[in-house]
């Protein structure tokens, strides 16, 4: 029963990461909580493990972002654009029922880095291929660390039942 509830909370939380909320964090939370509340389930180095990729899937969410920002020849600036209107726009998008966050972390990121080149001094065609170059670094982070919270998850799930 225990491990039920669990995957349960695993799954909730790899649900949570495309809507641009803290899934990792929160996988990582129930293996910490896991282990308190079944000892001798889930040993420390899983636990530090998880941790670190929790945290390597949040640089990668952010450089991945800025990296396609640049490659898709937009500034610093507009890197950042992209980073702060992709979190804006997930806050934003929280009330609406499902997909609201998900659709509002990708259109802020492509708001941010337009809004952030257009300031810039960058005609609007510059700006729209480096907002979209923003929108596929955001789309690509967000599978990234979904894969990155499966193997969380996996690991976890390994180690609390073996």
């Known amino acids: 029963m225990n491990v039920l509830l669990l995957i349960a909370v695993l799954l909730l939380g ?6 641009g909320m803290p899934g990792t964090w929160i996988i990582a939370g129930a293996a910490l909580g896991y282990s308190i509340l079944v000892p001798g389930s889930i ?7 998880v941790a670190i990729l929790a945290v390597i899937g949040e ?11 640049k490659k898709y020849g937009g500034s610093r600036r507009a890197s950042w654009g992209a980073i702060i209107g992709g979190m ?9 029922p499902i997909i609201g966050s998900v659709i509002g972390a990708f259109i802020g990121a492509f708001v941010g880095a337009f809004v952030a ?10 700006a729209t291929r480096v907002a979209t170059g923003a929108l596929i670094g955001r789309a690509l982070a ?7 919270g499966v193997a ?7 180690s609390a039942i073996v």
């Open 14 to 19: 790899l649900v949570m990461i495309p809507f």
């Open 43 to 49: 040993g420390t180095f899983t636990i530090i493990m």
């Open 59 to 69: 640089v990668i969410e952010f450089t991945l972002t800025a990296k396609y920002t």
């Open 88 to 96: 804006v726009g997930a806050f934003m998008g929280v009330p609406v």
């Open 117 to 126: 080149e257009i300031s810039r001094g960058t005609g609007g065609s510059g």
């Open 142 to 148: 967000s599978a990234v660390k979904v894969g990155i």
């Open 152 to 158: 969380m998850s996996a690991w976890i799930v390994f």
